[in-house]
């Protein structure tokens, strides 16, 4: 706040500052450049950060035609400098914030002797020096359809957007966020689909936000989000371009932001969290298969370890005779009530994930291997887990990483932790309790002023057809309604119905 | 005090389909056999249906009397409507003590059931703090949250308790139905009065009714979720008459429980602790829903903010529960609200109909005589 504060005070104050005085602050920096050279009779002046610009546009475009041009002309003025140097976009000013601005962005400031209040500015900025060229979406994998996925720069992935949303309609509001990073961020959406009162939303939302640096989408995110004591993500982070564009084409917003590989996609309800890119490219049969793992994978994956501990701990007569003696044989050395022989193994699997996300990848592969079975053989053979465990939460570990979205896999990673203290206090019930617990917390959350349990709750039936179930695309013509978008179709929904009759 | 609620707090008129169908199935639904068959024998599912269409007939009045309420109003707006700050304070509180006291019965209804059943040793108290907590959160959600509860209330118990009943199937004894109509009439009534309670919980529909869009077009649904509750009931009864014979469920406190016992899975048994546990789900709604329907009246009548009275109301509830831990003590609970919600909803919403349509008819006559 202090730092915001003080950026403000300096911004009602420098209409009045002249320009000489900018020139005066940012020679502080040694990769600040000045160059005066009298060219055709005319004193000019040229600022810009050496560690900005690119020097071949400068050389090329810039200081050749300047040297070069100028003395055909003798009386230009700042203001015609568009005809002589081919740069889009020259802008004249005289405000000394708005100068300064441009020039730490990268654009070159040039100022005449004859007219020492005003520079024109021209851009010259290296955009992609230092960044990322390309991105294979690695961290979002699907082995069917493309593997572009967006990269750091802003505009380079505003470009992979409008390569495939070919349309007027697409429309991009930039703004700039922080008071220090002026980070671009970009708001998209498609008018007459997305719904204007979502996009007021997120603008306004996007406005009121007062930070320093964005260093990421995800900062947005947490910033944007309509409840900040959730461990749930109420807003999809997507790396893929397919998934982007799928947002836009049907209502949703998506928020880029410079210098973060992932667009932002709101609003989301929690079953576009289990959705991948790769069921729609796959046959609708297989598609709705696959879909149906990776949801009994988080139910899975979320009470598998709670109903170990509640059974063996109060519930045991519900083992049936058959499945006992395995029970008691793998479990007849342990000697720790099953909470904490479930901590135990849970909290190692915790902790190798976590190792092996901050380690480097041919490190992490080790890792994995010397900690997954050795660690794993070694705790039964101590006797300090049963077999039967190290199978359930293995099992549950890999269940819950079959979740597409990365934020959402890191929740159910969490939110099992309460459930087991639950079922450890109070068996079966105390389960059920945290499931009650649960579906409260959802069914409060919201997401862009969104119910987050849509289409569940409010029961929305048509809208089930791109759920569960990802039906074919003859019937997923409409666009889900609980979005509310402005128009109804996303294609033609009877030229995809037409049936033949046999032989015709 | 009386503003209309803004759009985005209320529910479509299907969901009340989910509201009243899951505050009228409660822990009644596992014992409700023994007292039934104690009085008509096997023909207690005529009991079961007559009871269920005199419910119908009950949410019909009640549905005419709501939309006499001035601008789509609750009960307690009615009351002081037609008999004043003071007279309608009074009857308004009576209804605030009956929502109050519905809640605690269902509570300690299915403590009682966890005790016996699953944790003799763990302290009641445990389960009715972490009710309560629960309660806490989810009407701090607003009715919105609260009927989405109700939907999960049904959707799920009924995905998998339900299916678990059919599996008794297997040893039933058909011929138990026979011989049909063998009591009389007044029996029949006798047994359809114990089933009261079972029916009861679309009272609360007397104080969310105005957090319904277009409240009239939800009628339908309402009569829906009642048929669908006889359905539910109608089920149990049946596979109870042709599983156990008469003599049987006298002796059985949790008839529907001990059903559960039948079904075998190779990797699981005695389900009934699955029931039990799922039936969190069940009892969690209607808990909920008088809460709520209670802090609900407190703001109507004595203008206090639910969010204030709300944990309040949960502290009494909290230390009622630590009084009645006897069984005896817990039936006459169930017995007192069973009377008070029949009183409530066969007596008193008739009565009322009565007057509030013969008060606008004496109004309309003074109107035109002049």
């Given at each position: ?306 109903i170990?501990?509640a059974?063996?701990?109060y519930h045991?007569?519900m ?103 639950f079922a450890?206090?109070w068996g079966g019930i105390g389960i059920i309790f945290a499931v009650c617990g649960?579906l ?65 | ?17 989910f509201?009243?169908h899951a505050t009228q199935v409660g822990v009644g639904a596992l014992n409700f056999q ?68 519905a809640a605690?019965t269902v509570l300690q209804a299915y403590i009682e059931i966890i005790k016996v059943w699953v944790f003799?040793?763990i302290?009641a108290?445990q389960f009715s703090?972490m009710f309560?907590?629960l309660t806490?959160?989810a ?10 509860l109700c939907v999960w209330g049904v959707v799920i118990p009924l995905a998998t308790i339900f299916p678990m009943l ?31 309670l079972q029916?009861?919980g ?27 509750t006889?359905?539910i009931y109608?089920v149990v009864?049946?596979?109870s ?11 059985m406190t949790w008839p529907t429980l001990t059903l559960a016992k039948?079904p075998?899975?190779?990797?699981i048994?005695r389900m009934e602790y699955i029931v039990i546990s799922i039936y969190v789900l069940v009892v969690f709604p209607i808990i909920t829903v008088s ?39 817990i039936?006459?609970?169930t ?36």
């Amino acid at each position: 706040m202090g730092l915001f504060s003080f950026w403000k005070k300096k911004k009602k104050r420098s209409p009045q500052r002249p320009i000489s005085q900018l020139w005066e602050t940012l020679r502080q920096s040694s990769d600040f450049v000045e160059l005066s050279f009298i060219v055709g009779g005319k004193e000019l002046s040229i600022y810009y950060f050496d560690s900005l610009v690119d020097p071949q546009v400068l050389q090329e475009r810039i200081l050749c035609h300047l040297q070069n041009d100028i003395p055909k002309h003798p009386t230009v003025r700042l203001e015609d400098l568009q005809q002589i140097v081919p740069i889009q976009r020259i802008e004249v000013s005289e405000d000394a914030a708005l100068i300064e601005e441009k020039v730490l962005k990268g654009f070159v400031a040039v100022t005449f002797r004859g007219q020492p209040n005003k520079a024109a500015l021209m851009s010259a900025a290296a955009e992609n020096l230092g960044l990322r060229e390309n991105n294979d979406s690695e961290n979002e994998f699907s082995v069917v359809g493309p593997k572009v996925g967006f990269v750091e720069n802003v505009g380079v992935n505003l470009h992979l957007i409008r390569r495939q949303v070919v349309t007027p309609n697409l429309v991009f509001r930039e703004m700039s966020i922080g008071s220090v990073s002026k980070t671009k961020v970009v708001i998209a959406y498609i008018d007459g689909v997305a719904n204007p009162e979502v996009v007021q939303t997120v603008t306004q939302r996007l406005e009121s936000i007062r930070f320093d640096v964005v260093f990421d989408n995800a900062i947005l995110d947490q910033l944007l989000a309509d409840n900040s004591r959730t461990p749930f993500p109420l807003f999809i982070s997507t790396e893929r371009i397919d998934r982007a564009v799928y947002a836009l084409i049907s209502g949703q917003v998506v928020v880029l932001c410079d210098g973060s590989p992932y667009a932002l996609v709101g609003p989301s309800a929690i079953f576009d969290f289990f959705t991948s890119p790769e069921d729609y490219y796959l046959p609708w049969v297989l598609g709705t298969f696959f879909r149906l793992i990776r949801f009994f994978g988080v139910v899975f994956s979320v009470l598998a370890s709670p109903i170990y501990v509640a059974v063996l701990t109060y519930h045991y007569e519900m083992i049936p005779e058959d499945l006992l003696g395995p029970i008691i044989y793998s479990r007849s050395n342990v000697p720790f009530p099953p909470v904490l022989e479930v901590l135990f193994l849970e909290i190692t699997i915790e902790l190798l994930r976590e190792a092996g996300a901050r380690l480097p990848t041919k490190v992490a592969q080790t890792l994995g291997i010397v900690g997954g079975i050795v660690i794993g053989q070694a705790t039964v053979d101590a006797g300090l887990t049963s077999t039967i465990l190290l199978i359930v939460v293995a099992l549950a570990a890999l269940a819950s990483f079959t979740t597409p979205i990365f934020k959402m896999s890191n929740t159910i990673r969490f939110i099992r932790f309460p459930f087991i203290l639950f079922a450890a206090f109070w068996g079966g019930i105390g389960i059920i309790f945290a499931v009650c617990g649960l579906l409260i917390h959802l069914g409060r959350l919201q997401s862009f002023g969104y119910p987050y349990l849509l289409p569940f709750y409010p029961f929305r039936v048509r809208s089930f057809r791109d759920t569960f179930i990802r039906s074919p695309y003859s019937e997923t013509a409409e666009r889900p309604m609980f979005l509310r978008p402005r128009s109804r179709f996303r294609y033609d929904p009877n030229a995809a119905k037409q049936k033949r009759d046999i032989d015709e | 005090m009386k503003q209309a609620i803004q759009e985005r707090f209320l529910i479509s008129p299907f969901l009340v389909f989910f509201v009243i169908h899951a505050t009228q199935v409660g822990v009644g639904a596992l014992n409700f056999q023994r007292p039934l068959m104690k009085e008509a024998g096997q023909d207690a599912w005529m009991a079961v249906l007559m009871a269920g269409l005199a419910a119908h007939v009950l949410i019909w009045l009640m549905y005419r009397l709501l939309s006499h309420s001035p601008s789509g109003g609750d009960l307690v707006s009615l009351h002081e409507q037609y008999f004043g700050r003071w007279i309608g304070g009074v009857l308004s509180f009576g209804l605030l003590l009956y929502y109050a006291l519905a809640a605690l019965t269902v509570l300690q209804a299915y403590i009682e059931i966890i005790k016996v059943w699953v944790f003799p040793l763990i302290g009641a108290w445990q389960f009715s703090l972490m009710f309560l907590l629960l309660t806490y959160y989810a009407v701090l959600g607003g009715f919105r949250v609260v009927a989405g509860l109700c939907v999960w209330g049904v959707v799920i118990p009924l995905a998998t308790i339900f299916p678990m009943l059919f599996f008794p199937l297997e040893y039933a004894q058909y011929r138990n139905f026979l011989p049909m109509f063998d009591h009389s009439f007044g029996q029949l009534i006798k047994a359809a009065k114990h089933m009261a309670l079972q029916y009861l919980g679309f009272e609360m529909l007397l104080m969310y009714y105005p957090f319904l869009k277009q409240a009239p077009s939800s009628q339908k649904w309402a009569h829906a979720a009642n048929a669908f509750t006889i359905f539910i009931y109608l089920v149990v009864i049946f596979i109870s008459i042709v599983f156990y014979n008469k003599e049987q469920v006298a002796h059985m406190t949790w008839p529907t429980l001990t059903l559960a016992k039948i079904p075998e899975v190779p990797f699981i048994e005695r389900m009934e602790y699955i029931v039990i546990s799922i039936y969190v789900l069940v009892v969690f709604p209607i808990i909920t829903v008088s809460v709520w329907a209670a802090t609900r009246v407190i703001k109507q009548l004595f203008a206090v903010q639910q969010r204030r009275s709300l944990p309040v109301l949960l502290a009494c509830l909290f230390v009622g529960t630590l009084f009645f831990q006897e069984k005896t003590d817990i039936e006459r609970l169930t017995e007192w609200t069973a009377k008070a919600g029949f009183y409530l909803v066969a007596v008193y919403v008739p009565l009322l109909y009565v007057y509030v349509w013969t008060a606008e008819k004496v109004k309309k006559a003074l109107q035109q005589k002049p």
